[in-house]
């Protein structure tokens, strides 16, 4: 058996005998693997054979798409969910906790129609104000290199009418991989060592302007600019990330590297470009911030909970594929699973979709803050997000005695899920990332099922190819019954889990010991003036 116990210091003085017990567990999961629990096969053979994840997949990331906070889209996806968990006989709520632009996304469409005609690969960003219905057709113009915020604003007028480029023009769109397999080391480290030069002199670019990536779009927008363009490269071939527009009157457009670095090169070699930009976006006023909660409920500690946890939201220039379509499936699958083979479980199993993760984890904040008898009350939470790829590391996050119950519960996990998995313990306290944060900062134990990468930063987080097709569903699979058996055990546990915190390591730059994270309110409006 591979699977790995890592028992970190931290600072803490452990006896030979506790760390001896740890490991008489761990070498007892041998003996225990061969005893047959009939609800944990059950729970194999209906992921294995009956699994829902296919269908749900289309429904949730072709037919309804990417869940924008305050979108039309995230209120029917939680409309859509509830559905589900009542067909599967699951009680199933909408918790309002805020307020939040609302904005619907239209068609992009963004063409150079000079020096010569061609379409470009191009959206606008989130948020971005619409244009009218022709579009708007404008030459493109450079930031330019000023001296100092004085030289700026004496530059800025020439903007008036203009679409403005704010983007580096990157050097190559090959990611670093293709480089280092076909470049001579020579070329590669020349490459390397321009476009690090290249990008700190875009930065003092921008900085010299006396404004910041957020701030700049807006003075753009006061001084009559007709739009403003950037191109947010993910490093990889193909992909751009597309986040927040901060225009509230002229469109903001992201256009892929290439189309960009084409507009960069003949904007700047004076041939006056020209693009036309139809952006159609609505905005549809205040909307409501929610959660999507469904609930199985416990028969002998139903005011004790296991709660499983993946943020709903997501940004909209794919379809919320793996971040954070994939966690959603888990859970849902999980729960699916756990209602038809364990209906009376003796905690109540919980699950929370969280709605605007990618703001600052507010969902999951408002609901640590709104429900103080669940946090107490906490069994364990599992929250799974980082991406489509099969469980590969679970950290104790601090929790003392995370590495008894954890492993314990780990025990019945098939060996060909679980051999992969490295725990790490005590671990150390996530202070952000994502929503189980928000839970260990009121101390309650929380903890994240985090997977390996499939190119996760690169290819699909936050970018305009997070969809469908980069799901690798046996993964998924896996972690619904990783999920299902993690909940079962820890509904099933005679014990309350302890919350006893572990003495933080030194910090390496301050030489002071780490701090717990302190537990934060979530913003509840949110795009609102």
Known sequence: ??????????????SFSGVLVAGLLLSSSLVSAQVKNPVVDSIIKEATENSQLEPMAHELLDVIGPRLVGSPQMLQASDWAIEKYKGWGIAARRENWGEWRGWQRGVSHIDMVHPRVKSLEGMQLAWSPGTKSKGVTAETIILDDVADSV???KWLPSVKGKF?????NQPTGRPDYNWQEFATKESFEKM?????????????????TGHTARTLPVALEKAGAAGVVMSNWSSGFGVNKIFSAYTKKIPAVDIALEDYGMLYRLTQSGHKPKISVRAD?????????????????GTEKPNEYVLLSAHFDSWDGGSGATDNGTGTLVMMEAMRILKKVYPNPKRTILVGHWGSEEQGLNGSRAFVEDHPEIVQNLQAL????????RVANISGQGFLHAYDYINRWLLPVPSSIKESIQTTFPGTPGGGGSDHASFVAAGAPAFSLSSLSWSYGTYTWHTNRDTYDKVVFDDVRSNAILTAILAYMASEDPAKTPREKSVLPVNARTGEPMKWPEQRSPTRKGGLD
């Open 281 to 297: 976006a609505k905005e549809t006023g205040v909307a409501k911030a929610f959660n999507t909660i469904a609930e199985i409920k």
């Open 1 to 14: 058996m591979k699977y790995k116990l890592h028992l970190i210091n931290n600072g803490l003085t452990r």
């Open 382 to 389: 599992f929250n799974q997000d980082n991406g489509t790829g």
């Open 164 to 168: 403005v480029l704010i983007s580096m």
């Open 192 to 208: 390397k060592t321009e476009r690090t030069a290249q990008t700190e002199a875009w930065r003092q670019r921008i900085a010299k």
């Open 151 to 153: 030289a700026f604003l």
